[in-house]
């Protein structure tokens, strides 16, 4: 059996994800069923399988073939959507662009990706047109939703191509782009995106192909929304109600109207809707709810405790990142070891290991490593330095640091050195440090992460400033603007602390663990 209540030939569907035609192949199980649902009203299985052939076909018929890059700047759109679908049947490599960012970030990954073909929506028609400009590779550009200068419109595009099941299908791949601690962002590339999510991910709740509903929560250009709240569901044969920017209350009515079985959230979220009014909250039946899946950052074990009492059992818990998964935990494990993000199976999935690369015993803190063996492993796309940085023989590491308890379990004791995780969101500082060290005010700064009881974590930048500067509130706005000028803003710091000397290194550099510590001590106090 594919699905818990249906019986669907095996055979026959795994061809079908094989060569990226789920969504084909569940169209003609249940075509009226819905597929997706959002701001631009409903489609069925049936109509998102055809609009999917008609793009894939108009791709094919300007020259784009498999090996090739298409890249999309988009919200949450049926676009997107038809995009990823289509670029899996062509064998092409796709690339959703994060759209915080500002057109030299855009465009700085448009060429690194070799993108040939790039869509964007009209929304964001400034930082694409800048961003296009200045990529060369880019032969075919696409508006959706409104015009932008120098781009054709999509639908114009599509327009009169066939809409049934393309010949030769072959599967495509993604390529996300992370940020590296040295500042520009990497693509991580895999010659396969496996089909399949590993087992405990996929199973727990079940899924009722033509029935279940999963409330897509995040933007669709992070690898977890892009994963468990796309790919997966229509590769099983449920619809997808996607959010155009998320709202606690509105999750909650989404939830209740669409009678939402699973979705995906941050703990940021979690924080948002646990903090609406009790009222607000009992006025909304989520007895639908059966899988709410969680990961991309630490859930303090308080919030995550408050949730399971008011969802139920229903809560997941994953491990892992743009770069592959490592565990997986349920509500009732969880509760029996709170705070572990679960315990990997098969048990050498995760690796503990020092700076030699020697396995360390349970309940000693070292490196975290996860495997990644044959197809699952992956490439920093132009950056075979750190690939190789990243690997100790079949596994990778995302630089965190954790512990296994005597079970088996993994629990996570410090995030990598620099990284800062504010609401699900990978930050890391070494480009708004580059920025900030260019103000004529700023001697040295250190950009850290401290915590933040609704972010996780946020992000400060503590200065030394130039001999006859003198610190003010004036000042620390106009750093944070001036940060905020040259990068998208979720990179830039809330706040600005002053003093006297940085904590260093005998070799010079910043000790921003010590600083970081710091700060969490006098939180604590």
């Given at each position: 059996?594919v699905?818990?209540?249906?019986?669907?030939?095996?055979?026959?569907?795994?061809?079908?994800?094989?060569?990226?035609m789920?969504?084909?192949?569940?169209?003609?199980?249940?075509?009226?069923?819905?597929?997706?649902?959002?701001?631009?009203?409903?489609?069925?299985?049936?109509?998102l399988?055809?609009?999917?052939?008609q793009?894939?076909?108009a791709?094919?018929a300007?020259?784009?073939?498999?090996?090739?890059?298409?890249?999309?700047?988009?919200?949450?759109s049926f676009e997107?959507?038809?995009a990823?679908?289509?670029t899996?049947?062509?064998?092409?490599?796709?690339?959703?662009?994060?759209?915080?960012?500002g057109?030299?970030?855009?465009?700085?990954?448009?060429?690194?990706c070799d993108?040939?073909?790039?869509i964007?929506?009209?929304?964001f028609?400034d930082?694409?047109?800048q961003?296009?400009?200045g990529?060369?590779?880019?032969?075919?550009?696409?508006?959706?939703?409104?015009?932008?200068?120098?781009?054709e419109?999509?639908?114009?595009f599509v327009?009169?191509?066939?809409?049934?099941?393309?010949?030769?299908?072959?599967?495509?791949?993604?390529?996300l782009?992370?940020?590296g601690?040295?500042g520009?962002?990497?693509?991580?590339?895999?010659?396969?995106?496996p089909?399949?999510a590993?087992a405990?991910?996929a199973?727990?709740?079940?899924?009722?192909?033509g029935?279940?509903?999963?409330?897509?929560?995040?933007?669709?250009?992070?690898?977890?929304?892009?994963s468990?709240?796309l790919?997966?569901?229509?590769?099983?044969?449920v619809?997808?109600?996607?959010m155009d920017?998320?709202e606690?209350?509105?999750?909650?009515?989404?939830?209740?109207?669409?009678?939402?079985?699973?979705?995906?959230?941050?703990?940021t979220?979690?924080?948002?809707?646990?903090?609406?009014?009790?009222?607000?909250?009992?006025?909304?039946?989520?007895s639908?709810?059966k899988f709410?899946?969680?990961?991309?950052?630490?859930?303090?074990?308080?919030?995550?405790r408050?949730?399971?009492d008011?969802?139920?059992?229903v809560?997941?818990?994953?491990y892992?990142?743009?770069?592959?998964?490592?565990?997986?935990?349920?509500?009732?494990t969880?509760?029996?070891?709170?705070?572990?993000?679960?315990?990997?199976?098969?048990?050498?999935?995760?690796?503990?290991?020092?700076?030699?690369?020697?396995?360390?015993?349970?309940?000693?803190?070292?490196?975290?490593?996860?495997?990644?063996?044959?197809?699952m492993?992956f490439?920093?796309?132009?950056d075979?330095?750190?690939t190789?940085?990243?690997?100790?023989?079949?596994y990778?590491?995302?630089g965190d640091?954790?512990h296994?308890?005597?079970?088996?379990?993994l629990?996570?004791?410090?995030?990598?050195?620099?990284?800062?995780?504010?609401?699900?969101?990978?930050?890391?500082?070494?480009?708004s440090?580059a920025?900030?060290l260019?103000?004529?005010?700023?001697?040295?700064?250190a950009?850290?992460?401290?915590?933040?009881?609704?972010?996780?974590?946020?992000?400060?930048?503590?200065?030394e400033?130039?001999?006859?500067q003198?610190?003010?509130?004036?000042?620390?706005?106009?750093l944070?603007?001036y940060c905020?000028?040259?990068?998208?803003h979720?990179?830039?710091?809330?706040?600005?602390d002053?003093?006297?000397k940085?904590?260093r290194f005998?070799?010079?550099?910043?000790?921003?663990?010590?600083?970081r510590?710091?700060y969490?001590?006098?939180?604590?106090?």
């Amino acid at each position: 059996m594919v699905e818990k209540g249906g019986n669907y030939d095996l055979a026959a569907w795994a061809k079908a994800a094989a060569n990226g035609m789920y969504v084909s192949y569940w169209a003609g199980i249940h075509p009226t069923a819905t597929a997706l649902v959002g701001e631009q009203g409903r489609l069925t299985f049936a109509e998102l399988n055809e609009r999917t052939n008609q793009l894939s076909r108009a791709l094919r018929a300007r020259g784009l073939v498999a090996g090739d890059a298409l890249a999309i700047l988009s919200h949450n759109s049926f676009e997107l959507v038809e995009a990823f679908l289509a670029t899996r049947r062509i064998g092409v490599r796709l690339t959703p662009l994060n759209f915080h960012l500002g057109a030299d970030e855009t465009g700085y990954i448009l060429r690194d990706c070799d993108a040939k073909v790039f869509i964007a929506a009209s929304r964001f028609a400034d930082v694409a047109a800048q961003a296009a400009a200045g990529a060369p590779s880019v032969q075919t550009r696409l508006a959706v939703g409104g015009d932008i200068p120098g781009f054709e419109r999509y639908r114009d595009f599509v327009h009169g191509f066939d809409p049934s099941d393309i010949d030769a299908p072959v599967l495509g791949t993604n390529m996300l782009y992370t940020s590296g601690t040295t500042g520009r962002p990497k693509g991580v590339e895999r010659s396969v995106i496996p089909t399949m999510a590993p087992a405990p991910i996929a199973t727990p709740g079940g899924y009722t192909a033509g029935t279940d509903l999963h409330l897509c929560t995040g933007p669709l250009y992070h690898a977890a929304p892009l994963s468990f709240s796309l790919m997966l569901p229509l590769l099983r044969g449920v619809g997808v109600v996607l959010m155009d920017g998320w709202e606690a209350e509105r999750s909650l009515q989404l939830i209740e109207e669409h009678c939402i079985t699973h979705t995906h959230m941050v703990p940021t979220m979690f924080h948002r809707l646990l903090g609406l009014p009790k009222e607000t909250r009992e006025q909304y039946d989520l007895s639908s709810l059966k899988f709410v899946l969680h990961g991309a950052a630490p859930c303090p074990v308080p919030l995550k405790r408050a949730l399971i009492d008011w969802l139920g059992p229903v809560v997941f818990e994953y491990y892992g990142a743009t770069e592959g998964i490592g565990t997986f935990v349920d509500s009732d494990t969880w509760l029996a070891k709170p705070g572990t993000v679960g315990r990997p199976e098969p048990i050498d999935q995760i690796r503990i290991l020092d700076d030699e690369g020697r396995e360390l015993p349970p309940g000693t803190a070292g490196s975290v490593y996860l495997k990644a063996p044959g197809a699952m492993r992956f490439n920093y796309y132009k950056d075979e330095a750190k690939t190789q940085a990243a690997f100790r023989g079949e596994y990778f590491t995302l630089g965190d640091v954790g512990h296994m308890d005597s079970d088996g379990f993994l629990f996570l004791t410090d995030r990598s050195a620099n990284l800062i995780i504010s609401g699900g969101v990978n930050i890391y500082p070494a480009e708004s440090d580059a920025v900030l060290l260019t103000h004529p005010a700023v001697h040295d700064v250190a950009v850290i992460g401290v915590p933040n009881d609704e972010w996780g974590e946020e992000v400060k930048a503590v200065v030394e400033l130039r001999e006859g500067q003198v610190p003010s509130q004036s000042l620390e706005r106009e750093l944070i603007d001036y940060c905020r000028s040259r990068l998208a803003h979720f990179k830039c710091p809330r706040s600005v602390d002053f003093v006297d000397k940085l904590p260093r290194f005998d070799n010079g550099k910043i000790y921003k663990h010590a600083l970081r510590e710091g700060y969490r001590r006098s939180l604590h106090k």
